[in-house]
Structure formats: structure tokens, C-alpha cells
């Protein structure tokens, strides 16, 4: 049952961030065109919607298709490179984010001007088509390295339901005029990727040893597996493994990468933020976001 609840819930919270980024820029973009008059360009946004999300179902279905083709050792090198494909894309949305969320909204507005005076629909719509895709392409290496340690059935049932709340949530944003600390929202939901990807990137490395392509060292480290909580069938176990990417029986290279991982980018996402990186003053800031 723990297991089952960590599954869905790692799923939820993944889905529901990444939906929920797609969804705001999509507001974002909607909310500006009605704001602005241009109510006909709409259409080019929900063309670029649809044709991102049929790409992005594709390449999940690829990806998925792929893995069940192959074993052993390049069932493991597959399944290696996507989990460090993902692990990649992860970090650089999450710190993204983290310095861009204050002037998001005006960096777009000024995209979609610049669409808009050119007078180019399929602009617009590729403006949007590569917004969501982005997303929708790291959702699906997420996914299919959640998928390695929980069952189709339980990441199924956590990303619907993450799905369905982001989408609640971007409608919110642009239909009802609720104001979300996206502050916040991004600081809590980043903080768990960040986690769920250092487990990601451990389970990675494991399988580039399954493969023969990288040595283990010291293995193990430290061997629980037989216990009757933090072993590989106890409660706590397949909660950790999941939820965290615990191994009761890891090597060195194992432990360090994830460790190393947590601490270099932990460190990245959470120290204060300086002008520089924001890029403009908040005064600055709410000017332009006003001028736009």
C-alpha cells in the first residue's frame, strides 16, 4: 500500500508541475491576446497546443516502445541514457524557472508581439508548439523513469490526476483572475524534482553498471536489503526507492552521484538570488511588465 501511494504521488506532483508550467504559458499567451484585442490569434495558440501534444504522446510511445523492444545489457544502456537524458532536462527547467519566473511573463508578452506585428499566425503558433513540447517532452523522460520503479497502473493514476489539477490551475490563472504564489508553487514542487531526479540519476548510473560500462566500486556499500523496513520488499524500502531512488544495497559511484547531485544543484536552487541573474530590478521588473 505504501508503495502504491508513493508511485501515485511521485507521478501527481511531477505531472502537476510540469502540466501547470505548460498550462501558464499558455494563459500567459491567451490572456494577452485577449487583452490586446487579438481574438482571432487564439486559434494559432491552441494549433500549436495540439500539435506539441500529439508530438510529445509520440515520443513517449517511442520511448516506451523502445524499452520494451530490448534486454539485457542494451535494455540497460536504453534505459541509462533516458534516465540521463531526463535528469538533464530536469535541472535545466527547475533552474530555469527558479530565475526566470519573475520576468516570464513579460519575455513572452514581448514574443508574442513580435508575432503578432509580423502578422504571421504560423509564428505564433510555433511560439507556442515549443513552449509546451519542451514541457511535454521532459514530462515524458520523467515519466518513463518513474515508471522504472513504480507500475504502469500507479504512474498512470498520478499523472491523469497531476494532469487534470494543472490544467485546473492554468484555467484558474486565466479564466478566474486567481491570484497562486508561483513563487512558492515552483520553490516546493522544484525542491521535489530535485529529489526525485537525484534518485533518477543513481537508478541511471545503476543501470550503465548493469550495462558493463561503468565498474562498481566498493559494492556494496552497505547492504540492508534483508531487512525487514529498508530492504527491497520492506514498507519504508519501496517507499525510499521510489520516492528517492533508495538502493539498500549501493555502491560508492552510486551513493556520490546522488549525493553530489542533491548538494550541487540543492545548492544552485536554493541560494538567494542575485540582480544579475534576475536579469532587472523589481522595480524594473514591474515596469516592464507593465509597459508590455
Known sequence: MIERRT???AAFVVLLREG????????????????????????QVWFGVGAALVVSIVLGGVLFATARELSGPAE??????????AVGFLTYMVLWMRRESRTISGSIRREVDSAVKRGSGFALALLVFVM?????????????????ASTPLQTAIGATAGVLAAVALGYAVYALGKSINLGAFFRYTGAFIIVVAAGLLAQGIVNLQLAGLVPAFLYPLWDVSEMPVLGATGGLGQFLGILVGWDPRPDLLEFCAWFL?????????????TTQE?????RSARAAEQGA
Not at 32 to 39: E, F, P, V
Not at 76 to 85: G, I, Q, S, V
Not at 134 to 142: A, I, K, P, S
Not at 278 to 282: A, D, E, L, N, R
Open 7 to 9: 508511485g501515485v504521488f
Open 20 to 43: 501547470f508550467e505548460a498550462s501558464l504559458l499558455v494563459a500567459i499567451v491567451l490572456a494577452y491576446l485577449t487583452r490586446i484585442g487579438r481574438w482571432k490569434e487564439r486559434r
Open 261 to 273: 547531485y542533491l548538494l550541487i544543484v540543492g545548492y544552485l536552487f536554493f541560494r538567494p538570488q
Open 132 to 148: 509546451v513540447l519542451r514541457e511535454g517532452v521532459e514530462t515524458g523522460l520523467f515519466v518513463f523513469g518513474i515508471s522504472r
Open 278 to 282: 534576475v536579469g532587472q530590478t523589481p
Open 76 to 85: 540497460k544502456l536504453f534505459e541509462a541514457c533516458a534516465l540521463l537524458l
